[in-house]
T-cell receptor, first 111, second 111 residues
Framework: QKEVEQNSGPLSVPEGAIASLNCTYS??????FFWYRQYSGKSPELIMS????GDKEDGRFTAQLNKASQYVSLLIRDSQPSDSATYLC???????????FGGGTRLMVKP | DAGVTQSPTHLIKTRGQQVTLRCSPK?????VSWYQQALGQGPQFIFQ???????QRGNFPDRFSGHQFPNYSSELNVNALLLGDSALYLC??????????FGPGTRLTVT
């Protein structure tokens, strides 16, 4: 079992729809959770961090964390073609240390 | 405010050679982490430097070594290059290892 798992996709949604990206992790002691966006040929860009159970909203993005189910998700509202990218879920098992990444989910937003 | 910078952008080396990659962290950050990202995969943690010491290391051989300087910049050295070392090498900076921000990366090709 991989430590951080994501569906590789591609996930295809129409413009204006809600895109839902999911991630599960295996280590119950994980403390911090991050979503990165990576455009083709570019480096990952941090878009959301979440540390406690529940929802965290930032603009069109909402991160959701459920530690009991070891599940973290990212919702993108009003999806735009410019949101088309690979979204990486990352987990920090110990505060301040290494990030463990999933393989990423490729999102395609069609006009 | 300058973000994370890395040099060089691209590098082509021959099997068996040695390479040094450089990273300058974002202003105000004191921790540098290095990751290797193979095509189509999530980044893999190599090691992290804080206060000029290697604080944590991932599952990489001793051929991979690093250094952090008093100004918080960092180098990644890889000896005896193998074809499998071809990847995007990412530097991420953070304040004491919290939210990590990536530089543009160095694309290493080993022939």
């Amino acid at each position: 079992q991989k430590e951080v798992e994501q569906n590789s996709g591609p996930l295809s949604v129409p413009e204006g729809a809600i895109a839902s990206l999911n991630c599960t992790y295996s280590d119950r002691g994980s403390q911090s959770f991050f979503w990165y966006r990576q455009y083709s040929g570019k480096s990952p860009e941090l878009i959301m961090s979440i540390y406690s159970n529940g929802d965290k909203e930032d603009g069109r993005f909402t991160a959701q964390l459920n530690k009991a189910s070891q599940y973290v998700s990212l919702l993108i509202r009003d999806s735009q073609p410019s949101d088309s990218a690979t979204y990486l879920c990352a987990v920090n098992k110990n505060a301040g240390n290494m990030l463990t990444f999933g393989g990423g989910t490729r999102l395609m937003v069609k006009p | 405010d300058a973000g994370v910078t890395q040099s060089p952008t691209h590098l082509i080396k021959t099997r068996g050679q040695q390479v040094t990659l450089r990273c300058s962290p974002k202003s105000g950050h004191d921790t540098v982490s290095w990751y290797q990202q193979a095509l189509g995969q999530g980044p893999q943690f190599i090691f992290q430097y804080y206060e000029e010491e290697e604080r944590q290391r991932g599952n990489f051989p001793d051929r991979f070594s690093g250094h952090q300087f008093p100004n918080y910049s960092s180098e990644l050295n890889v000896n005896a290059l193998l074809l499998g070392d071809s990847a995007l090498y990412l530097c991420a900076s953070s304040l004491r290892g919290d939210e990590q921000y990536f530089g543009p990366g160095t694309r290493l090709t080993v022939t």
